[in-house]
């Protein structure tokens, strides 16, 4: 990992097409990234007005370049309709969201279709089906990153949405990430009345090496940032552990009575690429942004 790590969002809000008021108040919110859905949330029979709502979303949006749409699935005349939009948009987002996804092919068709045209956002896929977990590598190599979609794939396998039920596709999931360098975000919480449910989703999601979370509630985005984001102490020790494992001739070295070798300056050489590709992309002034901005000065 380099200094030219891409950056990763750590919270993705949706928010469906159905309103612009209600697209353009999500603007407020502080998520990394925010979506606008033109799948999942918006019924059949109101997508032609979802697409109303996303371009004119689009031409308010203040930061174009960290919005995301959702389309919907290739193989359905609502997702022409839907890249029919991109094209034509004077605004690009910066994300393209992908639904229903069963090989890397679908990937590769959506981003040369969107180059086509001019568009080159990074294209993230939401796992959620049995076909694309079982060719993640393949899907994680074409794609920018990728995001659980818990609902559709706990529908398709007769399970609950549970923490036990998926974890053999999060584990999939997060090692396919990790060799291709692809983002790694965790499906959206959906038992919003319960903030223990979320807090443990987070904890467990980030043990096992998940980057970000998605919501569809601002209400969440809170505890999903102060648990996913860069934090300035720990890029402060990651730069500690790297140069002292550097002055050790990239060999053992003793730091705070802990001994610390290779493995660990690579993790935090990693943490701290990561992190200022975070700040430098989604860092807000005044807040995460600024304490890192001190830090890394």
Known sequence: MTSTARAIPRSILYTPALSLDRVVKAWSYDADVHLIDLEDGVPPQEKPAARDVCRAALDKAPEPENVAVRVNGLGT???????????????RPGFVVMTMVKSAVEVRLMRDTLASAGLRPQIYVTLETPEAVACVDEVAAAADGLILGSADLAATLGIEITWAGLLATRQAMVMACARYGTACIDTGNFRLTEPLVLAEEIARGRELGFQGKATVHPGELDAINRALRPDPEGLRLARRVSDAVQAAGEGIAVLDGNMIGPPFARMARMTVALGDAWAGRFGRAGGNREGMDNDRH
Do not use: M
């Open 77 to 91: 005349i609502e997702a022409v309709h839907d890249i029919e939009l991109l094209a034509g948009s004077p605004v």
